[in-house]
């Protein structure tokens, strides 16, 4: 009975030696603290300077973990139209002249000839789902032969019962464009709208736009954006979002996913006379890099436990991420059903161009990205955290944030008796040998202090990806700084009492 009582005692000793000043500094940073974290979980306030930490904390979790194994996300393939697929297209110099400009659209016929090989892929190896990162829809004068082209491929997709789910990238505009006066955006009509809108049919419209910060670094998606249409208002969703929910055909997009927000959401903002345009989207879970140039690019291997290998089999491409040259592709597509379809198993198919006649590069956390590629995190980012990266719970991050201010408070008291102790063994050994005076260089209070900060910071990291990888994330860096160099200039001001 009286072992309790003298735990309770030994407390209350270890309590009252910590000096009155240490509490002190440790209330005044938590308060500090807990004042920017409100402030940070303001999205006008986070897009601000202020939150630049928790942006560079968070590049170097993502560059840390980009393109290794692991995660329940199905691979992807990017069929690139790159400059070697528009070599063969490209106005021909006649004798004695110079190259004229190359058009600004990707030849039709190649597009059409890409999908025609996607389509007659058999059951056991179709994609997923394809994405088309491109407006095949805009009209291409001179080109109608290819246009038909196209359409008859895309027709045949409909009435295809083994074909996946095709998803096109469509272009708004701005009423001004033609002739009016408001802020509303047009989509234009085609000569596919009916193919869309076959409610039996497997095409659907997507946009393909990304939100970038102060800085144009892309980190988000646009989750959709109102149009107007022939028919009235629509949603036009992104195609990342359309991917992902086809990915997660089998399990169902999980009820408390953070995409949710935007399905419940979009067709009541766009049924508004006056929709507001959305001024943050969805944050993008970048993990797949492909830097510009980089053709040669290997990625790792899936992690056994992907389900695909049970309809794909072993022997499929074990690569998370495999890029192809469209040029290739539509050989193959010669080749009519008895070409492989081995690599489209199960993926998700990009078909987009990282060709420099498109110039589709945007600057992302991991490098100079094309914008395809970015779709592809976008898509499987959703996949990899069970529909979108939540914020830690607001409790987790206060109680981090304590932990964090104690530890910080309790750092300073450590190191200002280890600082004593280093100026007595200074004044010790003031005669003593250069080697002896090297030996003391661990106990020197700013080694230590850097040892701490770096000890710290790699911490925070490591926390962050063990986050990320459960689908969540949470801003803590500029709470904790706000925290630490309170502590900081109060143990100043404490030195100078």
């Known amino acids: 009975m009286t072992e309790r009582p003298g735990r309770i005692n030994r407390l209350r000793r270890i309590f009252v030696r910590v000096s ?7 209330i005044i940073s938590s308060v500090v603290g807990l004042a920017v974290l409100g402030l940070m979980r303001i999205p006008q306030v986070d897009a601000t ?20 194994k692991g995660g ?9 139209i790159d400059d ?12 004695g002249g110079f190259p004229t400009a190359p058009p600004a659209t990707t030849p039709r016929a190649m597009v059409a000839d890409v999908l025609e090989y996607i389509r007659t892929a058999p059951a056991g190896e179709a994609p997923k789902v394809v994405l088309v990162d491109m407006d095949v829809a805009t009209p291409t004068p001179g080109d109608e032969e290819a246009a038909a082209k196209l359409r008859g491929v895309l027709v045949a997709w409909n009435q295809t019962p083994t074909a996946p789910p095709l998803v096109l990238a469509r272009q708004s505009f701005p009423e001004v464009v033609y002739g009016g006066t408001g802020n509303k955006l047009i989509l234009p009509a085609t000569i596919i709208d009916d193919l869309v809108a076959d409610k039996h049919g497997k095409i659907f419209w997507g946009q393909v736009k ?3 910060d102060q800085n144009g670094v892309m980190r988000e998606f646009l989750p959709y954006e109102c149009v107007q249409t022939p028919s009235g208002p629509q949603v036009l969703y992104s195609s990342a979002l359309l991917a992902y929910g086809f990915m997660a055909a089998e399990t169902g997009i999980p009820k408390d996913a953070p995409v949710r927000k935007w399905l419940s959401t979009a067709e009541g903002v766009c049924a508004k006379p006056n929709p507001a345009p959305i001024a943050h989207g969805e944050l993008i879970n970048f993990h797949l890099s492909l830097g510009k140039g980089e053709n040669g690019r290997v990625w790792p291997e899936l992690p056994p436990t992907w389900p695909g290998f049970k309809t794909c089999g072993q022997d499929t491409d074990h690569a998370i991420f495999r890029r192809l040259s469209a040029a290739d592709v539509a050989a193959a597509a010669q080749a009519g059903p008895d070409a492989s379809h081995a690599l489209l198993c199960g993926r998700l198919v990009l078909v987009g161009g990282t060709n420099t006649v498109a110039s589709d590069f945007q600057q992302t956390p991991l490098n100079e990205m094309n914008g395809t590629v970015i779709l592809a995190n976008a898509a499987t980012g959703l996949q990899l955290s069970n529909g979108g990266l939540r914020r830690v719970p607001w409790y987790l991050q206060i109680s981090t944030l304590l932990l964090v201010s104690l530890m910080i408070t309790g750092g300073f008291t450590v190191t200002r008796r280890i600082r004593d102790h280093y100026l007595g063994l200074k004044d010790r ?9 090297v030996r003391l260089t661990p106990f020197n209070p700013v080694v230590l202090n850097w040892a701490f900060a770096f000890a710290a910071h790699w911490l925070g990291i490591s926390l962050l990806i063990f986050a990320m990888g459960h689908g969540y994330w949470g801003y803590l ?10 502590g900081a200039m109060q143990e100043f001001a404490d030195d100078d009492d």
């Not at 009155?20 to 440790?26: G, H, K, P, Q």
């Not at 329940?72 to 690139?80: E, G, K, T, Y």
């Not at 070697?84 to 004798?95: F, I, M, R, Y």
Request: aromatic share 10%; glycine share 2%; charged share 25%.
């Open 20 to 26: 009155r000043s240490a509490w002190r500094r440790f």
């Open 72 to 80: 329940m996300a199905d691979p992807a393939l990017l069929i690139d």
């Open 477 to 486: 860096s500029a709470p904790a700084f706000a925290a630490a160099a309170t």
């Open 84 to 95: 070697d697929s528009l070599a063969g297209t490209l106005p021909k110099v006649e004798p």
């Open 210 to 212: 990304v939100m970038a």
């Open 49 to 68: 300077m202020f939150g630049q930490p928790d942006r560079e904390m968070m590049e170097t979790a993502f560059k840390m973990r980009a393109d290794l």
């Open 429 to 437: 050994h003031k005669e003593s040998s250069f080697w002896v005076k």
